[in-house]
C-alpha cells in the first residue's frame, strides 16, 4: 500500500510528467519524459516510445480509456514497478 510518504513523491514525478499542468500526463508528454530518461540510460529512442506506449495502453485498459493517465491511474501503474 502506498504511504504518505510514497504518495508525495508520485505527485511529485506526475508533476513533472504532466508538462502542461493539465492535470493528467498525455501519450506525448509521456513519450517525451521517457525519451529523455533513456537518453540518459543510452536506450535507443524506438524503445523509449514502445515503453511510453504500453504504458499509456496499461492505463487504457486498467483505468478510463481516455489515452491519458490521470493521478490515480499513475499510482496503480508505479505500484506494478
Ligand atoms: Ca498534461
Redesign the pocket.
Known amino acids: 500500500m502506498a504511504d504518505e510518504g510514497r504518495l508525495a513523491k508520485l505527485q511529485e514525478a506526475f508533476q513533472r ?10 501519450r506525448e ?1 509521456m513519450r517525451e519524459a521517457v525519451i529523455k530518461v533513456c537518453e540518459v540510460l543510452g536506450i535507443p529512442q524506438e524503445e523509449a516510445i514502445a515503453e511510453a506506449d504500453a504504458m499509456i495502453e496499461e492505463s487504457n485498459a486498467s483505468g478510463v480509456a481516455d489515452d ?1 493517465i490521470s493521478f490515480e491511474e499513475f499510482v496503480k501503474l508505479m505500484d506494478k514497478y
Open positions: 510528467f504532466d508538462a502542461d499542468g493539465s492535470g493528467f500526463i498525455s508528454e491519458k
